[in-house]
C-alpha cells in the first residue's frame, strides 16, 4: 500500500503547482475597457474590444479574474510561451476588471487590448488601450493634457480605484482647466478652473467588496456634462489656421490611501476614430 501511495504521488505532483489560487502572490493588472459581445454607440458605431495575451514565462501560470479554487476549468491558466485571447464577460464594460497573474508570469505576461468600430472596420484597426499594472496607478495628482471639447468629438472619462470596492466609495476632485497657453497668438490664462466638483468611484451593481471589477467613475461626454467648457476657444495658430479647443483635467485623491488612474477617449463623431489621452 506504501508503494502505491508513492507512486501516485509522484505521478500526481507535477500538476498539483496547476490548482488555481496556489501561484502567490498575484500580479494584479486592470483591464479599463472589455465586453465580449458588440455593443452599439452613438452615430451608427458597433464596438468590440479584443484582448490577446502571451505568456513568455517558463511555466504554466495561473491568469485569471479571481484568487481561489478553481470551479470549472481546472486549472484556469496557460502553458508557458503561449500567445491566447484573455479576458471574459463583464457586466458593464466600460467599467473594466481585473485580472491576476500567478507569480510565475509576473512581468512576463503581455498584453493588447484594442477597441474598434467594426462597422468600419475595413477603414481602421482600431485603437490600443493600456492595460495598466501596480506600478501605473497613482496615490498623488493626475493630469491629462490637451483633451478636445470642440463639438466634433465626443471626450468620454474614465476614473478607477485599483483597489478592492469599499461599502463607502471612495472620492476624487475633478478640476478641468482651459489649454491655453499652447498657441503662438496666446489669450488670457487665468488658471481658473472651469470645473471643480466631486466624483465617487461607485463599484458595479451588486458588486461591493468584488475583486474582480473595480469601482469607476465615468463621465461619458466633457461637453455634455459640462456645458461651460463649450466656451473654451480654438487656438490660434499662424496664417490663420485654428486649433480645436481643449482643456486640461487634473484628478486629485480625496480618500486617503486611494490608488487610482484614468484616461480619456476622445472620439471623432464623423470618423468614429478613437484617440486614447492617457497618464505618462
Given amino acids: 500500500m506504501k508503494r502505491l501511495l508513492l507512486i501516485a504521488f509522484v505521478v500526481f505532483a507535477p500538476y498539483a503547482a496547476l490548482a488555481q489560487g496556489v501561484q502567490f502572490p498575484y500580479e494584479k493588472v486592470l483591464i479599463p475597457i472589455f465586453n465580449g459581445n458588440f455593443v452599439p454607440g452613438a452615430y451608427g458605431s458597433l464596438w468590440s474590444t479584443e484582448l490577446i495575451a502571451r505568456n513568455e514565462s517558463d511555466q504554466f501560470v495561473e491568469i485569471g479574474t479571481i484568487i481561489g479554487p478553481c470551479q470549472i476549468e481546472c486549472p484556469i491558466g496557460k502553458p508557458a510561451h503561449a ?8 457586466p458593464e464594460p466600460n467599467r473594466g476588471e481585473f485580472l491576476y497573474i500567478g ?22 484597426w482600431g485603437t490600443a488601450i493600456p492595460v495598466v499594472r501596480e506600478k501605473d496607478v497613482f496615490s498623488s495628482a493626475l493630469q491629462l493634457l490637451d483633451i478636445p471639447v470642440d463639438s466634433r468629438f465626443r471626450s468620454a472619462l474614465r476614473i478607477y480605484d485599483f483597489d478592492t470596492p469599499t461599502e463607502n466609495p471612495r472620492q476624487v476632485r475633478l478640476r478641468i482647466y482651459d489649454m491655453c497657453g499652447i498657441g503662438p497668438i496666446d489669450r488670457n490664462c ?5 470645473v471643480d466638483t466631486t466624483l465617487m468611484l461607485t463599484p458595479t451593481s451588486l458588486h461591493v467588496r468584488d475583486t474582480q471589477y473595480p469601482a ?4 461619458g461626454n466633457l461637453l455634455d456634462t459640462f456645458p461651460q467648457l463649450a466656451n473654451v476657444q480654438p487656438t490660434v495658430l499662424p496664417f490663420g489656421q485654428f486649433r480645436p479647443a481643449s482643456v486640461r483635467v487634473d484628478i486629485d485623491p480625496i480618500t486617503p490611501g486611494l490608488r487610482f488612474w484614468a484616461f480619456v477617449s476622445g472620439t471623432n463623431n464623423e470618423t468614429q476614430h478613437v484617440t486614447v489621452i492617457a497618464p505618462r
Avoid at 190 to 194: A, R, S
Avoid at 216 to 219: G, L, P
Wanted: charged share 15%.
Fill in 103 to 124: 507569480a510565475p508570469g509576473a512581468g512576463k505576461v503581455t498584453f493588447s487590448l484594442r477597441v474598434q468600430d467594426v462597422s468600419r472596420q475595413l477603414q481602421t
Fill in 216 to 219: 469607476t467613475a465615468m463621465v
Fill in 190 to 194: 487665468t488658471n481658473t478652473p472651469l
Fill in 83 to 90: 500567445t491566447f485571447p484573455a479576458g471574459e464577460f463583464t
